[in-house]
């Protein structure tokens, strides 16, 4: 069964650095999303991605994010100057995104980003 | 997206039905229920949804209201592995709408 795949499960980070999450969505997928957990809080959304262009971001997504695709398979989160309160869990999804259908979201096992 | 009213947490016995609902009176008419689980720190496992209609698969029942302002998630023979936080999620159908995640219901399996 397909799914979607996320690399590294985890990564320790000092402060002020730049990260770079990796996740490989469903491959005939078109709409793309992360989402973050930080410990013991719900799931919130970051942005989601469709045709090579952010369709929505929220207000956690500032200009310290960034997402790309930048070949055929992968989809990247960027942070560019991490904080402690970017210590989170950040999970991909995808979604087939078939017109007159519902869309499913399936969602990765997520990287768990500890910024020290 | 309509808001969604969970109990914070059930418990249930290895082998017998667990039946967790959820309120979602302001749900619109083209809006679809959705229930998704989370075991541990893990990615949301994608169980089942519906729009109006009863559903079933591998997994579990989906029972919805007539007026569609309450469903009923049904797992059959609830095992140990089925210990979860699971979300009940209204969402429009249709590609790129994010899915709001609110607290969701924690369910303890018990030997």
């Known amino acids: 069964e397909p799914e979607v795949t996320q690399t590294p499960s985890h990564q320790v980070t000092q402060m002020g650095q730049e990260v770079i999450l990796r996740c490989v969505p469903i491959s005939n997928h078109l709409y793309f999303y992360w989402y973050r957990q930080i410990l013991g809080q719900k799931v919130e959304f970051l942005v989601s991605?469709?045709?090579?262009?952010?369709?929505?971001k929220s207000e956690i997504f500032d200009d310290q994010f960034s997402v790309e695709r930048p070949d055929g398979s992968n989809f990247t989160l960027k942070i560019r100057s991490t904080k402690l309160e970017d210590s989170a869990m950040y999970f991909c999804a995808s979604s087939e995104a078939l017109a007159g259908y519902t869309d499913t979201q399936y969602f990765g096992p997520g990287t768990r980003l500890t910024v020290l | 997206d309509a808001k969604t009213t969970q109990p914070p947490s059930m418990d249930c016995a290895e082998g017998r039905a667990a039946n967790l609902p959820c309120n979602h009176s302001t749900i619109s008419g083209n809006e679809y229920v959705y229930w998704y689980r989370q075991i541990h720190s893990q990615g949301p496992q994608y169980i089942i949804h519906?729009?109006?209609n009863n559903e079933t698969n591998e997994m579990a029942s989906l029972i919805i209201t007539e007026d569609r302002k309450s469903s009923t998630l049904i797992l059959p023979h609830a095992t140990l592995r089925d210990t979860a936080v699971y979300y009940c999620i209204v969402r429009r159908s249709g590609g790129g709408f994010k899915t709001i995640f609110g607290a969701g219901t924690r369910l303890f399996v018990k030997a």
């Open positions: 519906g729009l109006k």
């Open positions: 991605f469709y045709n090579n262009e952010i369709s929505e």
